[in-house]
C-alpha cells in the first residue's frame, strides 16, 4: 500500500474515529452514573437527525438554527426518556432496566417507521461541507475538517464541567458510590436528568456531522453508528470520557483499516471489531482506560 | 396425600392426551394457514422456555439466541437436504465436499442441530460467563453478530446471503408441540431439581451461592448449554417451517422477539413464557388488520404500515414499566396449584360466613 | 394484572371479528403481498402504485368483480410466507402477485407453490423464485439476463478492459448479481484478470470510504455496485467521487427509486443501470396508455417496478380470463401458456421456467433526471 493511499485512509478513519467518539460519549455518561446500557442512545441520535430535516421542510427554518433546534429536542428527548422509562425502575434489579432500554430503542424505531416513514430521505448539506479538498494526493470531503474540530471542542467542554463545575463533581460522586451521594445531599434526579441531556445533545451533534458526512436518513440509521459507539466505549473502558474518546477512534480506524490492509476479508469486518469486543472484556473488563 | 398425588399425575396425563389428541385433529382438519401459526406458537414456546432457563431462571442476560438457532437451523438443513436440492441452492459457490453427498432423517438432524448449537453454547458459554450482567448481554449480542457475519461469508458451507432455499417443511405440529412440550418438561423438572436450586440462587446472589458451596461455573454453563440446545432445534424447526433460511433471518430482531416473550411472560416462569409465546405468535396475525385499511363507525382509517410493530413496542413498555415481574412473575399453573387455590378459596369462604 | 388480560381478550376477540366479516361470495380474490414498511419499502410502494391502478381499470373479471387483499412482508422472509400463507387460507386468494425483492419473494413462492396456487411475481430477478416451482411466475427477466446486459454494454458500448465490483455480502441480491456480472465480464473481455478488484460490505454500513479508496486504487474503467438497497448504491457513488473515482458507476434495477437521486445528487450523474422499464422509450400500445392514465392519477411519471406492478396483476387477469374460471389449476395453465401479451413493459412471453423473456433497458442519470440509454433485446 502506497503513503498516499495509507494516508487517505487515515484521514477517512480519523474522521469516522471522531463521529463514533462523539456518540461513545454519551453511553459512557449514561452508564458512569446509572450502570445501565442506554440502548436508546443510538435512536435517539436518529430522531435528532429527523428533527433537523423536519425543522427544514415543514417548518423551513434555516440549516444553522434547525440544528440548533434538533440539539434543544434531542436533549428534552433523552431527559423525557429518563423520566419515562429509567427513573420508575432505579430500584428494581439491573434486569428490568436493561429491558425498558431494550424497549424503549424498539419503541423509537418502530416511532419512526410509523411517523417519518421507512424510506430513506436524502439530508441537505451546506455547500462548505459537501465540496471535497485535495491535500497533495489526499482527498478530504469539507466535513472531515469540521467533525474533528467539533469533537475536540466539546471534549473540552465536557472535560470542564466534568472536572471543574459542582455539577460535574455529583457526577463523579454518583457515579463512584450511588447511595452515599445521595446521603451527602447531591440531588440525584438533577444530576442524572443533566448527565442524559448532555449526553443526548452529543448524540445530536454527532448525528448532524453524521449526516452531514453519509446524506440518509432512516429510522434504523442509528444502529450502525450506536453499536459501534458503544463498542468504543467499551473497549475505552465504559465509564471513562478519555476512553470513549480514545475508543471512538480506535474503531474508527479499525473500520477503515480492515478494509485497506485486508480487502478480501472486508466482509468479515464487523466479526473483526465484535471479536476484539470479546477479547477486550475477557481479558481487562474494565478496558483501556476504565477503573478497576 | 398420596392418594393426591396420583390423582394430580392422571390429570397431569389427561392434559397431555387432550393435547395430543388437539393436534391430531388440528394436523388433519385444520387449514394450513392456522396450522402454521400453531407451529409457530409451538416453536417460539421452545425458544422463549430456552432463553427463559438461561434469562430467568439462572439471571445470566443472554442477547445471542439468535445465533444458536442460526447454527441450529444450517446445521440441521445442511443434513437433511438432498444431494440435488443442495447443487440447485449452491449455485455460484459449490457446497464443500462431505456435506454436499450427506442427507440423513429430519429426526437425527434435528437431534445433531441442537447437539451442535450446545457445543457452541459451551465454547462461548465457558469463558464469558465469568462476565457481570450487561457485560455478558454485549458479549452474547457481540457472538449472534459474529455468527452472522460468518454466515454471510462463508459461501462454500452456508451459500453467503443467498441462503437456503426450498428446503423441505418436515415441521408439523407433531414436531413442533412434541418438542414443545418435551421442552417445557425438561426445563420444568431441571428447575425443580437440585440444579434449579442452584440455578435460582446464583440468580438471586452468585456470592451468597458460591458461598454456600453453588458451582457458579459449573451451573451456569449448565444452564446456556441446554438453552443452545433448545434453541438450536427451534432455529431447526422454524428454518424447515419457513422452508427457506439465510443469516439475516437471524439478526437481533429475532433475539429481541423472544426476550419480549421472556420478559413479557415474567423472567422465572415457565407457564408465563408458554402463555405469551403462544399469544404472541397469534397477535402478530391478528394485528395485521391494524395495518389494513379499515373504516371504523363510517370512518375511513387508512393502513398504516409499521403499526403492529408500534403496538408491540408500546405493549412491552407497559409491562416493563407498571409490570415490574412480567404477567406470571415467577409464579408457575400447575394443577396442584389450581387445587390448593381452589381449596384454600372455598375454605376462606366457609370461614367468612 | 387482570385488566391488562381482559384487555388483550377484547382486543383479541374484537380484531377476529373483524376479519371475520370481510369477505362477501361471488368474488375472486387476488392476493397481493409486498413490502410496505422495513428497507424495501420503496420498491414495494411503487409497485402498488401499479397495482392499484392496473385494479381500478379492472375491477372485474369473468363478470364476477375483484378483491383485492394487500398484505405486508415487512420486507421479511417468515413474514413474507406468513403473508402469502394467509392470502392463500385466510383471504382465499386464487392467484397471488408480488413480491419486491428477490429474499422475500423466494419464501413466498414456496409457499404459493406448495398450496398449487399461481403466483405472479413482478420484480424479484433472483432465478430460484421460479426454478423447479411450476407455480411461480414472473413478469420480469432473471438477473443472469440483468448481469450480462451490464457487462455488454460495459465492454461494447463503454469500452472497459477493467472493473471494480463492489458487493453488499449480506445481500442476496447483490452478491448474485455481482457474480453473474464478473462471470459475463470475464467472458467478453476474455481475460480471467478483467476484474481487478472485488471488496464487500455490510447491509447497515453507511461509512464506504474504505471500500471506494481501495477501488480507486486500482484504477478500473468501470465500478459497478449492485446494492440491495439504492440508498447504498447513492452514498457509495458519492464518496467514490469525493475519493476521486473517475470511472463510469454501473448498477442493476434498484437503482431505479427518487431517492437515489436526492441522496446521490451530482455524484450519480453519468451512472448507468439496466431496469425493465421506461416511460419515454415505450413501445407498446399498452404502455402509452398506461403513461397517460399513470401521469393523470399520481401526477407524476411512471417508474418500473409500477410498471412491473401493473403488468404483473393484468398478466394475472388476463389469464383468469383465458382459463374462464377461477380454479388455481386453470389459471396456472393459462399462465404458463403466456406468449406475446402485450404489456406495458414489452411483448411477454413466459418460458418453461415461468420467467418472463423480455428487452431490458438502460438508463443513465442526467441533470437530476433518469434517462434512457439503449434497449437490449434477449440473447
Redesign the interface.
Known amino acids: 500500500m502506497s503513503l498516499n493511499i495509507f494516508l487517505q485512509n487515515l484521514s477517512n478513519g480519523i474522521s469516522l474515529g471522531c463521529l463514533f467518539a462523539l456518540v461513545a460519549i454519551g453511553y459512557t455518561m449514561v452508564y458512569g452514573v446509572l450502570r445501565l446500557i442506554n440502548f436508546a442512545h443510538g435512536d435517539i441520535f436518529m430522531m435528532a437527525a429527523f428533527f433537523v430535516f423536519y425543522a427544514m421542510t415543514i417548518f423551513s427554518l434555516p440549516w444553522g438554527i434547525a440544528c440548533l433546534v434538533a440539539i434543544i429536542l434531542a436533549m428534552v428527548l433523552g431527559r423525557t426518556i429518563e423520566r419515562v422509562a429509567y427513573k420508575p425502575l432505579r430500584n428494581a434489579p439491573r434486569i428490568s432496566s436493561l429491558c425498558s432500554a431494550i424497549g424503549m430503542s424498539f419503541l423509537l424505531e418502530n416511532f419512526a417507521i410509523v411517523v417519518f416513514g421507512g424510506r430513506p430521505k436524502s439530508f441537505y448539506r451546506p455547500e462548505f461541507f459537501a465540496k471535497t479538498f485535495v491535500l497533495g494526493e489526499v482527498r478530504v470531503p469539507g466535513v472531515n475538517f469540521v467533525t474533528p474540530i467539533v469533537s475536540i471542542v466539546f471534549l473540552l467542554i465536557l472535560s470542564y464541567i466534568v472536572y471543574r463545575t459542582k455539577t460535574g463533581l455529583a457526577m463523579r460522586a454518583i457515579s463512584k458510590d450511588f447511595d452515599t451521594a445521595m446521603l451527602m445531599g447531591i440531588n440525584l434526579d438533577r444530576t442524572i436528568s443533566f448527565t442524559f441531556m448532555i449526553g443526548s445533545g452529543l448524540a445530536a451533534v454527532g448525528a448532524i456531522l453524521w449526516a452531514l458526512r453519509y446524506p440518509q436518513i432512516w429510522p434504523f440509521m442509528g444502529v450502525f453508528p450506536g453499536w459501534r459507539a458503544f463498542t468504543a466505549a467499551i473497549i475505552g473502558g465504559i465509564g471513562s470520557i478519555r476512553g470513549a474518546m480514545v475508543g471512538g477512534f480506535l474503531v474508527g480506524l479499525l473500520t477503515i483499516m480492515i478494509v485497506a490492509f485486508l480487502p478480501e476479508l472486508a466482509g468479515y469486518k464487523d466479526a473483526f471489531i465484535f471479536v476484539i469486543l470479546i477479547f477486550v472484556l475477557l481479558f481487562k473488563p474494565e478496558g483501556l482506560f476504565g477503573e478497576e | 396425600m398420596i392418594e393426591k398425588k396420583k390423582d394430580f399425575l392422571l390429570l397431569k396425563i389427561a392434559t397431555i392426551l387432550i393435547i395430543i389428541l388437539f393436534i391430531f385433529v388440528a394436523q388433519r382438519n385444520f387449514?394450513?394457514?392456522?396450522i402454521?401459526?400453531l407451529n409457530?406458537c409451538g416453536i417460539y414456546v421452545i425458544l422463549g422456555v430456552s432463553l427463559n432457563l438461561i434469562?430467568g431462571f439462572t439471571?445470566q442476560?443472554s442477547l445471542g439466541h439468535a445465533g444458536f438457532m442460526a447454527i441450529g437451523a444450517y446445521v440441521s438443513a445442511l443434513l437433511y437436504m438432498s444431494p440435488e436440492l443442495k447443487e440447485?441452492?449452491y449455485?455460484?459457490t459449490p457446497l464443500i465436499w462431505p456435506l454436499s453427498v450427506i442427507q440423513i432423517p429430519f429426526v437425527f438432524s434435528l437431534i445433531i442441530a441442537g447437539l451442535v448449537s450446545a457445543g457452541v453454547g459451551f465454547l462461548v458459554g465457558a469463558?464469558?460467563l465469568?462476565?457481570?450482567?450487561?457485560?455478558l448481554?454485549?458479549?452474547t449480542f457481540?457472538?449472534s453478530?459474529?455468527i452472522?457475519?460468518?454466515f454471510?461469508?462463508l459461501?462454500n458451507i452456508t451459500n453467503?446471503?443467498?441462503?437456503l432455499?426450498?428446503l423441505p417443511?418436515y415441521t408439523n405440529l407433531w414436531w413442533s408441540w412434541g418438542i414443545a412440550i418435551f421442552a417445557v418438561w425438561f426445563i420444568k423438572n431441571l428447575i425443580n431439581s437440585s440444579y434449579g436450586r442452584a440455578l435460582k440462587s446464583i440468580r438471586e446472589d452468585d456470592i451468597a451461592a458460591e458461598a454456600m458451596g453453588v458451582n457458579l461455573f459449573y451451573h451456569k454453563v449448565l444452564s446456556f448449554v441446554v438453552g443452545a440446545f433448545f434453541a438450536g432445534i427451534g432455529g431447526a424447526l422454524?428454518g424447515s417451517l419457513?422452508?427457506?433460511?439465510?443469516?439475516?433471518?437471524f439478526s437481533f430482531f429475532m433475539t429481541?422477539q423472544i426476550?419480549i416473550i421472556v420478559?413479557v411472560g415474567g423472567?422465572g416462569s415457565i407457564t408465563g413464557t408458554v402463555i405469551v409465546g403462544v399469544?404472541f405468535a397469534?397477535?402478530?396475525?391478528?394485528?395485521?388488520?391494524?395495518?389494513?385499511p379499515?373504516s371504523f363507525f363510517g370512518l375511513n382509517i387508512p393502513?398504516?404500515?409499521?403499526?403492529r410493530?408500534?403496538i408491540?413496542?408500546?405493549l412491552?413498555?407497559?409491562?416493563?414499566?407498571f409490570?415490574?415481574q412480567g404477567?406470571m412473575g415467577n409464579r408457575e399453573w400447575s394443577w396442584e396449584w389450581l387445587y390448593y387455590k381452589l381449596t384454600r378459596s372455598k375454605k376462606e369462604i366457609k370461614e367468612g360466613s | 394484572m387482570k385488566r391488562l388480560g381482559l384487555m388483550v381478550v377484547i382486543l383479541l376477540s374484537f380484531l377476529l371479528m373483524f376479519s371475520l366479516v370481510a369477505g362477501a361470495a361471488e368474488e375472486i380474490v387476488i392476493g397481493v403481498y409486498e413490502p410496505m414498511t422495513g428497507p424495501y419499502a420503496a420498491g414495494g410502494q411503487m409497485t402498488m402504485e401499479g397495482v392499484n391502478l392496473a385494479f381500478e381499470q379492472q375491477p372485474t373479471v369473468l363478470g364476477r368483480p375483484i378483491k383485492m387483499v394487500l398484505v405486508d412482508n415487512k420486507s421479511e422472509k417468515v413474514e413474507a410466507a406468513n403473508a402469502v400463507a394467509r392470502l392463500i387460507e385466510f383471504e382465499k386468494a386464487v392467484a397471488i402477485v408480488g413480491t419486491y425483492g428477490s429474499a422475500c419473494a423466494i419464501p413466498g413462492s414456496e409457499v404459493a407453490n406448495k398450496a398449487g396456487i399461481p403466483m405472479m411475481g413482478c420484480s424479484p430477478t433472483n432465478p430460484l423464485v421460479t426454478l423447479g416451482k411450476p407455480y411461480a411466475f414472473r413478469a420480469c427477466f432473471i438477473d443472469p439476463f440483468q448481469g450480462a446486459v451490464m457487462a455488454n454494454f460495459a465492454v461494447n458500448n463503454l469500452n472497459a478492459k477493467t472493473a471494480v465490483v463492489i458487493q453488499d455480502i449480506a445481500s442476496d441480491y447483490a452478491v448474485g448479481l455481482s457474480n453473474f456480472f464478473r462471470e459475463a465480464f470475464i467472458k467478453l473481455t476474455g481475460n480471467p484478470k478483467s476484474i481487478v478488484g472485488l471488496i464487500s460490505y455490510q447491509t447497515g454500513d453507511q461509512d464506504f470510504t474504505a471500500q471506494v479508496t481501495y477501488a480507486a486504487s486500482k484504477n478500473p474503467d468501470v465500478v459497478f455496485v449492485p446494492a440491495g438497497s439504492y440508498g447504498d448504491a447513492a452514498l457509495i457513488i458519492k464518496q467514490g467521487k469525493e475519493m476521486g473515482i473517475t470511472a463510469k458507476f454501473l448498477g442493476g434495477d434498484t437503482w431505479e427509486a427518487p431517492e437515489f437521486i436526492e441522496v446521490g445528487g451530482e455524484a450519480v450523474e453519468g451512472g448507468y443501470f439496466s431496469t425493465h422499464f421506461d416511460a419515454t422509450a415505450v413501445t407498446t400500445k399498452a404502455a402509452e396508455k398506461f403513461c397517460k392514465d399513470f401521469e393523470e392519477k399520481y401526477k407524476k411519471a411512471p417508474s418500473a417496478f409500477a410498471a412491473l406492478g401493473f403488468d404483473a396483476f393484468n398478466l394475472v387477469v388476463d389469464a383468469i380470463k383465458r382459463a374462464g374460471s377461477a380454479d388455481p389449476k386453470a389459471i396456472r395453465d393459462a399462465l404458463a401458456e403466456t406468449k406475446d401479451y402485450e404489456g406495458v413493459t414489452g411483448m411477454i412471453t413466459l418460458d418453461y421456467n415461468g420467467d418472463a423473456t423480455k428487452d431490458a433497458i438502460i438508463k443513465t442519470i442526467e441533470n437530476g433526471q433518469f434517462k434512457y440509454v439503449a434497449t437490449v433485446r434477449p440473447f
Open positions: 387449514d394450513t394457514y392456522v402454521r401459526i409457530l434469562n439471571g442476560f440447485v441452492n449455485f455460484i469463558p464469558c465469568r462476565l457481570r450482567g450487561d457485560y448481554a454485549i458479549v457481540g457472538f453478530e459474529i452472522r457475519v460468518l454471510c461469508n459461501q453467503g446471503p443467498l441462503g432455499k426450498g417443511s422454524l419457513v422452508m427457506t433460511i439465510d443469516p439475516n433471518t429481541f426476550i420478559i423472567l399469544l397469534v397477535l402478530m396475525e391478528v394485528l395485521r388488520s391494524v395495518e389494513s379499515m393502513g398504516i404500515p409499521g403499526m410493530m408500534l408491540f413496542a408500546i412491552l413498555m407497559i409491562v416493563v414499566l409490570f415490574h404477567l
